[in-house]
């Protein structure tokens, strides 16, 4: 049995203060969670003050990007030995934000996936289609192609223990979510591509979805069989919200 996972991507926001606020409100909501594991993922420059602020809670550390490096004179970058260091477990590589902004192809995202995977820390990759792909009803080719960058370099069992976000773009910030059935129809395609080479592997991998997801919303999306958790962006920055997200998780996972 799969045990969903509720990650909160604070992309680029926050401060001291904030990460201080933002902990002390989860720690009170979340002070123990049954059935679901629960990840932040703050900027680098807070990994360190939230690692502290999170010691003994139910929550772990994650982080938003790695370079495919892992010392030397690579101006600006963060290893995933320091992010190891620091105390950082979940990482997200391939968030369609790094695709779009940063043109990060996927070649260079399985590398990450890669080096992530030797390190010891845990990939969460992110695929999915933009509206206008969707539109023109290529979501599975995308997907696919995103989930063969790592399947054709590293091979099915790169994925054990992984994370994959499916996150629609066209969902990502905009209020706009895929619906539950939506979304677990892609779920069940992205299963079934990695159990094509695996089956095994394609069980017990996590697949998040992503993309407006909030305390209205996410009890509906965590009822289909597929969806292990959610990747959350903008309600991750309010504790309640945040809490009711991954309090419906558990119980999803516990109703089963
Ligand atoms: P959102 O972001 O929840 O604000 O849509 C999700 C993400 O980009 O991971």
Redesign the pocket.
């Known amino acids: 049995m799969r045990h969903p996972l509720v990650m909160g991507?604070w992309?680029l926001n926050g401060s001291k203060q904030m990460t201080a606020e933002l902990i002390s409100g989860l720690r009170e909501t979340l002070s123990s969670v049954d059935g679901c594991d629960v990840v932040i993922a703050p900027p680098f420059l807070y990994l360190d003050q939230a690692k502290n602020a999170v010691f003994g809670s139910p929550i772990a550390l994650g982080a938003q990007n790695v370079d495919v490096n892992l010392s030397g004179a690579f101006t600006g970058e963060t290893s995933a030995e320091m992010l190891k260091d620091i105390g950082a477990k979940y990482i997200i590589i391939g968030?369609?934000?790094r695709r779009t902004y940063h043109q990060e192809s996927d070649d260079l995202i399985a590398k990450k996936f890669a080096v992530l995977k030797d390190t010891g820390l845990i990939p969460v990759l992110?695929i999915g289609e933009t509206d206008a792909e969707n539109e023109a009803g290529k979501t599975e080719e995308v997907c696919a192609r995103q989930i063969d960058a790592i399947l054709n370099t590293l091979g099915a069992d790169a994925f054990k223990g992984a994370v994959i976000?499916y996150?629609p773009v066209w969902?990502?910030?905009?209020g706009k979510s895929a619906t539950p059935a939506q979304a677990q129809a892609v779920h069940h395609f992205i299963r079934q591509h990695i159990a094509a080479k695996d089956a095994a592997i394609a069980e017990q991998v996590i697949i998040q979805y992503?993309?407006?997801?909030n305390d209205k919303n996410a009890a509906e999306l965590f009822t289909q069989p597929d969806i292990d958790g959610a990747?959350?962006?903008?309600?991750s920055l309010k504790a309640d919200a945040f809490a009711v997200i991954v309090n419906a998780a558990a119980a999803a996972k516990n109703a089963h």
């Open positions: 991507n992309k968030h369609s934000e992110c976000a996150e969902a990502i910030g905009t992503g993309g407006s997801v990747l959350v962006g903008g309600a």
